[in-house]
Structures are given as structure tokens and as C-alpha cells.
């Protein structure tokens, strides 16, 4: 069971951090819910909040674990492709981690500056540790925003790594999908 990564593949550390963030993101935004600052924190709806916000939360330290393991991982190769695919990739994948980190971030300080703690499974209530400041439901709204923005990112993305196994039949899904084999290789999957 190999943790690290290889030329051809990411190792089984990277993929577990991968999925298990896509699950977690998906999550969060399932159990989002909008509105104005009195509906979002009426008693009535803590549970759903301390839920989204835990699950955003584990996206932010996963993030932060993921990045420090990448510093030591072998990343694998892209394969052979156009240059211009090759650079939507990486442009698309550090867009990703870029969200990963704006979208917790923007909702973490926009609560604190509206006056409401960050509440975590575990942790009771975090903060706040300023005073409020009227652009914290500016960073709200945004984090909103992202938080639509990264979930058609990814599904755009997905798309992308499946369209790459299906009709280009090179190693870029099986590289991250454990289990799934090289099409280009002949080995089948
Ligand atoms: C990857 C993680 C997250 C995703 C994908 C996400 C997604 C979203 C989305 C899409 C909304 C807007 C719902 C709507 O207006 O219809 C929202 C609202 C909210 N989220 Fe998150 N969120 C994440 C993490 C967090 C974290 C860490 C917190 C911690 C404070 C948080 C706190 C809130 C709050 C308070 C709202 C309601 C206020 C607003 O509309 O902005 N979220 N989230
Ligand atoms: C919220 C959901 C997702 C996020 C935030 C996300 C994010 C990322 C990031 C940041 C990378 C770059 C890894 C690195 O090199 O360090 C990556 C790679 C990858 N992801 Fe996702 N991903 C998501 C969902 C998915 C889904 C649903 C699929 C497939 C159906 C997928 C397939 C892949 C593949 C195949 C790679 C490797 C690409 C390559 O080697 O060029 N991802 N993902």
C-alpha cells in the first residue's frame, strides 16, 4: 500500500485526502442554507449551522494537512496531451485549492465580524475575536458566492477527468480512482 505517489499515479495518502474532501465539500453544501443573518442564526436552525460549519471546518484542516503532505508526496506526470489541456489542468487545480481555502476562510471572518462564533462539533463555539465590522456580511455574501463557484468548478473538473478515461483513454482518472486501471495501458478497466 504504497502512501506516497509514483510517476503514474497518486499514492493512497493524496487520493484519501482527495475523496474525502470532495465528500465533505458536497456535504457542506448540501446542508447550506441561506437567508438574512436572523434567519441563518435563529435558534431553530443551530443544529444545521454547527453541521455546514463543522463540515467546512474538516475542509480547512484537511486542506491544511493535504498541502503539508504535497510538499513531500511525488506528484505523478500528466500524460502525453496538448499543452494548452495541460495548463487548464493546473490552472483548474489551483483554482480548486485556492477555493478550498477562500470559501471556509470568507465564512470563518465573515461570522466573526457579524458577531457570531465559528461552532465546530467538539469545539463549542470559536470566537469572535474582533469586533464587528459591517463588511462581515459582505465576506458572507461572498463566501455564498464561492461556495456555488466551487462546486461548479468541480463538477466541471469531474467531468473533465471522465471525459479523459472515456474518450481520450489516457491514465488521468485511474490515477486518482483507486481500483480503476490505465486504459492506455491494455491491462482493460
Ligand atoms: C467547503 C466548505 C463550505 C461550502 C461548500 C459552503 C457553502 C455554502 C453556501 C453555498 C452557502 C450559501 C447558501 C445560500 O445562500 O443559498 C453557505 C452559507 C453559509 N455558510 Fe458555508 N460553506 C462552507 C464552509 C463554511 C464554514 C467553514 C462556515 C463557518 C463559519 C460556513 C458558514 C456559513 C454561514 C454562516 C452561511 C450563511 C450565511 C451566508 O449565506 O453566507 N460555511 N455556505
Ligand atoms: C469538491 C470536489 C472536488 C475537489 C475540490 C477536487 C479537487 C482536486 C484537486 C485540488 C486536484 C489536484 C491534486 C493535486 O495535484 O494536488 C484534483 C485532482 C483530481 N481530481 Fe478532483 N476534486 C473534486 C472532485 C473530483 C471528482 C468528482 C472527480 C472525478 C469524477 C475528480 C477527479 C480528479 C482526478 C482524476 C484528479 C487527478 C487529475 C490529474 O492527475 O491531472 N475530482 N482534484
Redesign the pocket.
Known amino acids: 500500500m504504497p502512501l506516497s505517489g509514483t510517476t503514474t499515479r497518486y499514492g493512497n495518502l493524496a487520493q484519501a485526502f482527495h475523496w474525502l474532501t470532495a465528500l ?2 458536497l456535504a ?2 448540501l446542508v ?4 438574512p443573518p436572523a434567519r ?1 442564526y435563529a435558534a431553530e436552525r443551530a443544529s444545521t ?1 454547527l453541521l ?2 463543522s ?3 474538516a ?2 484542516c484537511l486542506l491544511v494537512i493535504r498541502l503539508v503532505w504535497r510538499l513531500f508526496d511525488r506528484i505523478p506526470e500528466p500524460p502525453a496531451m496538448p499543452g494548452w489541456m495541460e495548463l487548464a489542468s493546473r490552472v483548474t487545480h489551483w483554482a480548486l485549492y485556492a477555493l ?1 481555502l477562500a ?2 476562510l470568507s ?2 471572518l ?2 466573526w465580524f457579524g458577531g ?1 462564533p ?1 461552532t465546530v462539533y467538539g469545539f463549542g463555539a470559536i470566537g469572535p475575536f474582533f469586533a464587528p465590522w459591517s463588511a462581515g456580511a459582505a465576506l ?2 461572498i ?2 458566492t464561492l ?2 463557484i ?2 461548479w468548478l468541480a463538477g466541471l473538473h469531474a467531468a473533465a477527468a471522465i471525459f479523459h478515461h472515456v474518450f481520450l483513454r489516457d491514465r488521468v482518472l485511474s490515477q486518482m480512482l483507486p481500483g480503476l486501471s490505465d486504459p492506455s495501458s491494455g491491462v482493460g478497466g
Open positions: 465533505l465539500v457542506a453544501f447550506s442554507e441561506g437567508g441563518v449551522l455546514h460549519e463540515l467546512g471546518f475542509v480547512l478550498l470559501v471556509p465564512a470563518i465573515g461570522a457570531h465559528l458572507a455574501d463566501h455564498g461556495g456555488d466551487i462546486m
